[in-house]
């Protein structure tokens, strides 16, 4: 077991911005095209409306063996197409040989294209692979944008390499991170109370962002930046309830967002459940559920980004205490939301990906989805698979 510890710490980290950039672009391993915007070519294959809406759906699940009964019905329906991914929470892990034996049991139920293997490990006091599985422990993003031993890009990338090929040789193939929120309430009791933001200079932060993408996409890990607008004014934790930030938050924290869209660093972007007029279609609707929101997120010129939008836990206090389940579907996906995530921590129902393909197929038929608007979300989603399967050829990240 390794045991990574952080001494005191200083601040600014804003020379490796610029060192970072030239690394990332003189590297051919890390190169990757600025934000594409979908696989035309998979939309064309895929003339059945089923399996594209599948892709869109990743869900949480329970049990930490393949002989285990929830375990059993998300691999099914991986296998059937009716879901595109899972993501895994503490109750699914166990030790290093049987979480590896869970992952590959899973990622084999369809070869291709290769489901999406998730996992929140950021670091601190969220990391699901622990030091009590024999897993490094890793700094909080606070102790490390604190910490002037990570301020040259190369240690930074160094100390995340090892967070992404623990990931890898786990079976991991994406990262629900980095946290790009700016540290701009300390008390905030989800980001700042729990040391999850790099620190409040967003350049600082976007650098450190740019060292944990980096070090992932060596490794084949796909991440996704989150809290889009940006969760780190907040007073209110949305796993509780809506964190309505429309006299805390600041321009500046979409600055991280520019910079990483700008470079072409961003695999994912989540969109949180968030509350501000200016990223809401009205009645206090959380960014999450907004097409606004994400019109501002993908507008060229403002962030520009055009990759895969994938939505925060959608059983997280802050929409599931307000919408029925078939309204968090159909408002996230009308909004613009490629891939829908329900951890199933609440519901734990074997069948919760079933349930929700079937909302957005019976919304495709009497018109309520636009077929538009799957086959947006699916080529998004199969140009990141495809590039994900292809991380082995030169040039391809």
Do not use: C
Request: net charge negative; glycine share 8%; proline share 6%.
């Amino acid at each position: 077991m390794k045991l990574l510890r952080v001494p005191p710490m200083t601040k600014t980290l804003m020379a490796a911005v610029l060192l970072l950039l030239a690394i990332a672009l003189a590297t051919s391993v890390f190169a990757f095209d600025i934000e594409p915007k979908a696989d035309t070519n998979a939309v064309a294959e895929a003339s059945d409306l089923d399996p594209m809406i599948g892709q869109m759906i990743m869900v949480g699940f329970t049990g930490a063996d393949e002989r285990d009964p929830g375990v059993m019905a998300v691999r099914d329906q991986l296998a059937k197409g009716v879901i595109g991914g899972v993501v895994l929470y503490p109750e699914n892990i166990g030790s290093q040989t049987e979480l590896r034996g869970l992952t590959a049991f899973l990622r084999n139920a369809k070869p291709a294209p290769v489901p999406f293997i998730a996992v929140d490990q950021e670091g601190g006091l969220v990391q699901r692979l622990t030091h009590r599985d024999g897993y490094t422990y890793f700094p909080s993003a606070r102790s490390v944008g604190r910490n002037p031993s990570f301020a040259s890009p190369e240690s930074a990338i160094r100390l995340y390499k090892t967070m992404a090929d623990e990931l890898a040789e786990a079976g991991f193939n994406l990262n629900f991170g980095p946290v790009v929120d700016l540290n701009l309430n300390p008390d905030n009791p989800v980001i700042g109370g729990r040391e999850r933001s790099f620190g409040a200079d967003p350049n600082a932060v976007t650098a450190l962002a740019r060292a944990f993408i980096l070090a992932h996409r060596e490794a084949g890990i796909v991440t996704v930046a989150k809290h889009f607008p940006g969760h780190g004014s907040s007073h209110t934790d949305s796993h509780k309830a809506l964190a309505d930030v429309s006299e805390t938050w600041r321009e500046v924290e979409l600055e991280p967002y520019r910079q990483l869209a700008h470079d072409g660093l961003l695999d994912g972007v989540m969109i949180g459940h968030l509350y501000h007029p200016r990223f809401s279609d009205g009645a206090r609707l959380p960014a999450s559920l907004s097409g606004r929101a994400i019109h501002a997120l993908r507008a060229e010129g403002y962030i520009g980004f055009q990759g895969v939008v994938f939505s925060d836990d959608m059983e997280m206090g802050a929409v599931r205490d307000d919408y029925s389940i078939e309204e968090r579907v159909l408002k996230a996906v009308n909004a613009g939301t490629d891939l829908i995530v329900f951890s199933n921590v609440k519901s734990r129902d074997p069948e919760l990906g079933v349930q929700i393909h079937a909302i957005i197929a019976d919304a495709v038929r009497d018109g309520r989805i636009s077929r538009l608007r799957i086959e947006q979300a699916y080529g998004r989603i199969m140009l990141l698979k495809r590039r994900l399967a292809q991380h082995d050829l030169p040039g391809k990240w």
